[in-house]
């Protein structure tokens, strides 16, 4: 029924993090820029004004642009089912540089320590792989293989990278791409872990959210949903939220994984929560985007587009960025929902939007702990 939800869905689990362009020397970013990035199925990867929806520049690959975009050195990373990885300049759109991957690209790079870090899958052989690029030139420092034709988007904290491939979680050494350990769950993992306070958190399709120990890969617990869980987790203050394709976004106990409470939506959840002021926001097949109160899960609001949200909303402080299958990347009022602005591209967006303000912060969608 949602036929692009297997090949699109590593995309969702894009980390949030809020960073000023001074915490870290080697990813320094440009000021003065209000700019949301988003691709799209129309092969595009497209630059908004942030503040008034109208576009910045544009540029086309050869196929779709599923993956969502990460930014670092004043570059736009992103990955497209050209088979592709594209390093574009954040001001202009220019291509700085392009890896062949060999396999089409729809999980969501990660920048970290002058490395970008991709995850791609092939169905003609049966082999998905990790790749750890220069950020300055795209050449290769290694790379990870697996059976399986998913690969979910990597969380690196603590010098280990943490990745869902096939059916299993891994923990990889940052430097080397060595395997320190793998668990096993009982279906695919598309869901993209979540690293905070040592414990590993991720779904599986299995219908199951997991706690690992980060250093061991040890089950710590696992809780059960109805249905499968490609969402990738947000933890917040102690709870971990999590959607499911049963409909139900959850909030659980970190450190139990019991429930502290649920929100039906009309629709399956693919898109990953993310946490602000108080307020969980996410999104649904049911064409809504969710805003709810982040101890009892009562509604604040809801905004409804033309189709499905498969993308996984983006929030800074007053705005909610998330794109739709109609085409369209939203701005809504992170407090009421109204709509700012839309802005129509040529094609369903699963990406989900990177944020850069004028001030260098960056916002991306989903959470880990690689900022702690």
Known sequence: MYRMKKILNYSLGLLIILVSACSKKSDPLPKGIDAVFVGSSDNKLYAVDAKI???????????????SPALGVGLVIVGSSDEKVYALDIKTGAKAWEFAAGMGISSAPLVQDATVFVGMGSTSNFTSKLYALDIASGTKKWEFSVDG????????????????GFTNVYALDAKTGAQKWEFKTGSGVDSSPAVVDGVVYVGSNDYNVYALDAETGTQKWKFATSGEVSSSPTVSEG????GSFDRKLYALNAQTGAKQWEYRADGPIFSSPVVANGVVYTGSIDSRTYALDVKTGAKKWESVSANRIQSSPTVTDSTVYIGGIDDRLYALDSRTGAKKWEFRTGGSIYSSPAVLTSAAKVYYSGVSGAEQ
Not at 54 to 67: N, P, Y
Not at 149 to 164: D, E, M, R, W
Not at 239 to 242: H, N, Y
């Open 149 to 164: 034709i998913s690969i979910s988007s990597p969380t690196v904290v603590n010098g280990k990278v943490y990745v869902g």
């Open 53 to 67: 929806g109208t576009k910045m520049w544009e540029f086309e690959a050869k196929g779709a642009v599923h993956s």
């Open 239 to 242: 709870v971990v939220f999590i």
